[in-house]
Structures are given as structure tokens and as C-alpha cells.
């Protein structure tokens, strides 16, 4: 549930807007934003100010009066996300973005920031009280209950549940959610057979769950990942739908199923190589056998021990190790240590590129609004202030002439096509350096000799319930 307050600035604003600002906080001003303004404090604050002594006739930076607190130059809004939604700062970062254009609208003056320095992630916003076009805002008990709703609606389109007011109060429901909800085990089913439909197709869980966004349904990220589609009325956790379905097992199945279970041995000997093939050949007997949970790769052909998710993510292991020609555990940890510092120096270095090109996109779209509004006879009011905001911030920015444009221009195709290149290098360092802390997980399994034992022990369990379950029946009148 998130929660909103709001703090009326009488003065200061640079120093609100440098605080939410702050590299540390902000993940080096990855998670900043803003609106009509750069994204910087200076700038931000120069175009907050001509805005509000343009409409106010008034001083921006003008000392408090002798007597009241005087007016409000601009309202700093927080919006706090309670630690046990488990809100990434990515989406956090999302969902403010949303909030501000959906509360205040597109001619809004506001600077947006996520900070992730706390045990919680939290949206930091500091209003100009004056848009664009001379509309006031105005902070009061009244508005801060609207825009709380509003906050409490952009997040439920998130997945983010707000606090239910109507709850223990009764209310009706349309028939078609009641005829829904008598039918609630097939959402159980179409929610599997959408999963198996994606699986081959999707790089990660996260691209997985967007994908089912995208096809309608509703996905709620915490701590467990609940699904929901359009027109059930309660969200359904993943581990619900059964052992195919479970976190674990989604990533397992799709971070193998590009690799195949075909491999072919290099003839080296290599100690992981023959503790993978001996445990190979020991699931495969437990498949046979029926000693083990059946969990299909395939869920479109009969299970087998060649259609067995288990079997197939040994033997995609083992293809990825003789592919890389590992002999040892340990070559393979080293192998895991040197990518986490490439993975980690590619990600800082991706994020400084966002942060570099999303300023050089504020810059174009300020010399584009320039450009259109320099030369244009009869400008409007608005259209005068905003050429003198864009004015402003270009010549800040060290943008004198058509030559500076160009090369602006030219340094944002570079960064795009660098960034490109740098999301490539870093989706193959990250989905590799899974894979082999994968493989690591495995080995140790095996190596322990836990690896056999749990699969006899889950299917102990399953006779267990079964068994229960019968004598349940048995005993019922």
C-alpha cells in the first residue's frame, strides 16, 4: 500500500530540488526524471523560477515575510512504498512517472526522483505551484486526498494493492465476476496453458510477465508473483498452478530451453563432466522407474525420462560445460567471479549512458521547441514564456547557435547507438553469468548427494497426501 504526504516549500526550492537529486540516492540520477525541466538542479529550479514570477509577479528566491509563512513556491510530494510489497526501484520509478502525468498533467513543472537508500523505495516530487499555461496548484488537505486516490489508482494498474476502504462492508458484484468465480479452477488452467504457450519464446521471468501484461493479464510482483486475467476476480501465485509453474522452475525452464539437450562429449577427462553424466544416468533409472515427480518438459507429448524437465536441464548443463570447456568447479567459479565485475562495469557504464542521453533528449526536445518558436510573428503568452524557458536553458547549457543543435543532435545518435551495443554486451555477460551460478547450485547438489534423495523424498510426500486424501474420503459420512 502506498502512502502519500505532501510538504509546502515557502522557499529553498533549489535545495529540495538537489536533495531529491542526489546521485547517491538516486542510483547516479538513473531513477530521475523530470517534466518541462531539466533534470538538474540548476536548471530545474531557473525554469521553475521564471514560470512562477512570470504568472505571480513575484520574487521566487524573495526571504520569508516578517509575519506568516508566505506563498508556496512549490510542493515536495512523497510517495512511499510499504517493504512488503517488495517494490523494485525500477518500477517504483514507473509508477511515478505515471502519477505525476496522470495527477498533474502534461503542462506540469515537476522534478521526479526514486530513492533507494532506505529499507523501502520512495517517489520524491517537487511541484512548481504555476504549469506551463498558468494553472495553480494548490496544497491543501483537499487535494492531498485527491491526489492520494489517485496515487492508490495508478498503483493498482501496476499491481500495487492500495488499502481496501470497503473492507468487511458488504457489496454486490456484477454476474458475469460471480460466474467467473464458481468457475475459478479454470483460471488455474488457462493461466498454465499461456505460461506453455510463451516459455519458448520469452529470455527471462520479467519478459515473461510482460508478455502476459501485455496479452490482458494482471501481474502482481511481491514476494511471491501472483497472476491474474482479465475478468477473474482474485490473483492466483504462481507456485499455485504446481511444481512447472513454481519461480524456480519457470526460470529453470527457460533459461534452458534454447540450449537442447544434445551435446557432444570432447573426450577430455573432466571430473564435473562424469558427476553430471552419472547423475543423468541415476534420474533418468528414477523416471523409469516412477520414483520421481513427473515434470514435463514438453507438456504437448506424453512424459518420459527424454521428456522430463530435470533430465533435460542436466543435459543443457552439461552441453553448456563442454561448450566452455570446463574441468572443475572451481575454473568454473573463477569463470563466475571475473563476469560479476564484467557484468557490474558493464551495468555502471549502461547507466551513465541512460542518464547521458536522457539529458541530451531534454536538450533536443528544448532546441526543437526553440527552433519552432524563434522566428514565429505573434506569439501567444504561453508560447513567450516557454521560448524564454527553452532560451534559457539552452544558453546554460553552452547551445549558442545552429552549429551547437547539430552537434547535440549528433552526440544523441552516438550515445543511442553506443547504448545499444552496451545492452547487448550486458544481456549476454547477465544471462551467462546466471547460467553458470545455475550450473554451481546443480554441481553442489550432486556433489552432496542431496541431489537423488529429494527427488525420493518428494515423491514420498505426494503418497503421503494422496494417501490422506483417500482416507479424507473414506472417512467422511
Same mark, same amino acid.
Given at each position: 500500500?502506498?502512502y502519500v504526504k505532501s510538504i509546502?516549500?515557502?522557499?529553498?526550492?533549489?535545495?529540495?530540488?538537489?536533495?531529491?537529486?542526489?546521485?547517491?540516492?538516486?542510483?547516479?540520477?538513473?531513477?530521475?526524471?523530470?517534466?518541462?525541466?531539466?533534470?538538474?538542479?540548476?536548471?530545474?529550479?531557473?525554469?521553475m523560477k521564471t514560470v512562477y514570477?512570470?504568472?505571480?509577479?513575484?520574487?521566487?528566491?524573495?526571504?520569508?515575510?516578517?509575519?506568516?509563512?508566505?506563498?508556496?513556491?512549490?510542493?515536495?510530494?512523497?510517495?512511499?512504498?510499504?517493504?512488503?510489497?517488495?517494490?523494485?526501484?525500477? !518500477?517504483?520509478?514507473?509508477?511515478?512517472?505515471?502519477?505525476?502525468?496522470?495527477?498533474?498533467?502534461?503542462?506540469?513543472?515537476?522534478?521526479?526522483?526514486?530513492?533507494?537508500?532506505?529499507?523501502?523505495?520512495?517517489?520524491?516530487?517537487?511541484?512548481?505551484?504555476?504549469?506551463?499555461?498558468?494553472?495553480?496548484?494548490?496544497?491543501?488537505?483537499?487535494?492531498?486526498?485527491?491526489?492520494?486516490?489517485?496515487?492508490?489508482?495508478?498503483?493498482?494498474?501496476?499491481?500495487?494493492?492500495?488499502?481496501?476502504?470497503?473492507?468487511?462492508?458488504?457489496?454486490?458484484?456484477?454476474?458475469?465476476?460471480?460466474?467467473?468465480?464458481?468457475?475459478?479452477?479454470?483460471?488455474?488452467?488457462?493461466?498454465?496453458?499461456?505460461?506453455?504457450?510463451?516459455?519458448?519464446?520469452?529470455?527471462?521471468?520479467?519478459?515473461?510477465?510482460?508478455?502476459?501484461?501485455?496479452?490482458?493479464?494482471?501481474?502482481?510482483?511481491?514476494?511471491?508473483?501472483?497472476?491474474?486475467?482479465?475478468?477473474?476476480?482474485?490473483?492466483?501465485?504462481?507456485?499455485?498452478?504446481?511444481?512447472?509453474?513454481?519461480?524456480?522452475?519457470?526460470?529453470?525452464?527457460?533459461?534452458?530451453?534454447?540450449?537442447?539437450?544434445?551435446?557432444?562429449?570432447?573426450?577430455?577427462?573432466?571430473?564435473?563432466?562424469?558427476?553430471?553424466?552419472?547423475?543423468?544416468?541415476?534420474v533418468t533409472q528414477l523416471a523409469?522407474?516412477?520414483?520421481?515427480?513427473?515434470?514435463?518438459?514438453?507438456?504437448?507429448?506424453?512424459?518420459?525420462?527424454?521428456?522430463?524437465?530435470?533430465?533435460?536441464?542436466?543435459?543443457?548443463?552439461?552441453?553448456?560445460?563442454?561448450?566452455?570447456?570446463?574441468?572443475?568447479?572451481?575454473?568454473?567459479?573463477?569463470?563466475?567471479?571475473?563476469?560479476?565485475?564484467?557484468?557490474?562495469?558493464?551495468?555502471?557504464?549502461?547507466?551513465? !549512458?541512460?542518464?547521458?542521453?536522457?539529458?541530451?533528449?531534454? !536538450?533536443?526536445?528544448?532546441?526543437?521547441?526553440?527552433?519552432?518558436?524563434?522566428?514565429?510573428?505573434?506569439?501567444?503568452?504561453?508560447?513567450?514564456?516557454?521560448?524564454?524557458?527553452?532560451?534559457?536553458?539552452?544558453?546554460?547549457?553552452?547551445?549558442?547557435?545552429?552549429?551547437?543543435?547539430?552537434?547535440?543532435?549528433?552526440?544523441?545518435?552516438?550515445?543511442?547507438?553506443?547504448?545499444?551495443?552496451?545492452?547487448?554486451?550486458?544481456?549476454?555477460?547477465?544471462?551467462?553469468?546466471?547460467?553458470?551460478?545455475?550450473?554451481?547450485?546443480?554441481?553442489?547438489?550432486?556433489?552432496?548427494?542431496?541431489?537423488?534423495?529429494?527427488?525420493?523424498?518428494?515423491?514420498?510426500?505426494?503418497?503421503?497426501?494422496?494417501?490422506?486424501?483417500?482416507?479424507?474420503?473414506?472417512?467422511?459420512?
Amino acid at each position: 500500500m502506498p502512502y502519500v504526504k505532501s510538504i509546502s516549500i515557502h522557499t529553498t526550492v533549489n535545495r529540495s530540488i538537489a536533495y531529491i537529486l542526489n546521485p547517491d540516492k538516486t542510483e547516479d540520477m538513473l531513477y530521475a526524471t523530470s517534466l518541462n525541466c531539466m533534470t538538474n538542479a540548476k536548471d530545474a529550479y531557473l525554469a521553475m523560477k521564471t514560470v512562477y514570477e512570470h504568472f505571480t509577479g513575484e520574487k521566487y528566491n524573495a526571504p520569508l515575510p516578517l509575519k506568516g509563512k508566505g506563498s508556496v513556491k512549490a510542493i515536495h510530494y512523497i510517495q512511499s512504498f510499504d517493504p512488503q510489497d517488495n517494490v523494485s526501484p525500477e !518500477l517504483a520509478h514507473r509508477i511515478a512517472k505515471a502519477f505525476a502525468r496522470k495527477t498533474f498533467g502534461d503542462d506540469c513543472q515537476i522534478v521526479i526522483a526514486t530513492h533507494n537508500d532506505r529499507n523501502h523505495v520512495h517517489n520524491h516530487f517537487i511541484l512548481n505551484t504555476y504549469s506551463l499555461t498558468g494553472k495553480k496548484f494548490n496544497a491543501n488537505k483537499k487535494t492531498l486526498d485527491r491526489i492520494k486516490e489517485y496515487s492508490d489508482r495508478v498503483c493498482l494498474a501496476f499491481g500495487i494493492q492500495p488499502y481496501d476502504k470497503l473492507k468487511g462492508k458488504g457489496k454486490t458484484i456484477a454476474y458475469n465476476e460471480w460466474e467467473h468465480k464458481k468457475r475459478g479452477s479454470s483460471w488455474k488452467q488457462k493461466i498454465r496453458l499461456e505460461i506453455d504457450s510463451m516459455i519458448g519464446s520469452v529470455k527471462n521471468i520479467d519478459e515473461l510477465l510482460y508478455e502476459m501484461e501485455l496479452n490482458g493479464y494482471t501481474v502482481k510482483r511481491g514476494k511471491y508473483i501472483s497472476i491474474k486475467a482479465e475478468g477473474q476476480q482474485r490473483f492466483v501465485r504462481l507456485k499455485t498452478l504446481g511444481e512447472d509453474y513454481s519461480e524456480l522452475s519457470l526460470v529453470s525452464r527457460i533459461r534452458w530451453n534454447d540450449t537442447g539437450a544434445n551435446y557432444v562429449l570432447s573426450g577430455e577427462p573432466a571430473p564435473i563432466r562424469d558427476d553430471y553424466i552419472r547423475t543423468i544416468n541415476d534420474v533418468t533409472q528414477l523416471a523409469r522407474e516412477g520414483k520421481k515427480i513427473q515434470r514435463k518438459r514438453d507438456s504437448s507429448v506424453p512424459y518420459s525420462p527424454k521428456n522430463d524437465i530435470d533430465i533435460y536441464k542436466l543435459s543443457a548443463q552439461l552441453s553448456i560445460i563442454n561448450r566452455d570447456n570446463i574441468h572443475s568447479i572451481g575454473e568454473l567459479e573463477g569463470k563466475i567471479s571475473k563476469l560479476k565485475d564484467e557484468y557490474e562495469n558493464a551495468r555502471q557504464e549502461l547507466n551513465s !549512458l541512460i542518464v547521458k542521453t536522457e539529458r541530451l533528449e531534454t !536538450l533536443e526536445e528544448q532546441a526543437d521547441i526553440y527552433l519552432s518558436l524563434v522566428d514565429k510573428p505573434d506569439l501567444s503568452a504561453a508560447e513567450q514564456l516557454q521560448l524564454n524557458i527553452c532560451k534559457q536553458t539552452l544558453h546554460n547549457n553552452n547551445i549558442m547557435s545552429q552549429f551547437d543543435i547539430d552537434r547535440l543532435k549528433s552526440l544523441q545518435q552516438d550515445a543511442d547507438k553506443k547504448i545499444a551495443a552496451l545492452k547487448n554486451s550486458f544481456e549476454n555477460c547477465k544471462q551467462l553469468y546466471k547460467v553458470y551460478s545455475d550450473i554451481v547450485l546443480t554441481y553442489h547438489g550432486i556433489t552432496s548427494g542431496n541431489y537423488i534423495s529429494n527427488f525420493i523424498k518428494k515423491v514420498k510426500k505426494k503418497l503421503r497426501i494422496i494417501l490422506s486424501n483417500c482416507y479424507k474420503k473414506k472417512a467422511a459420512p
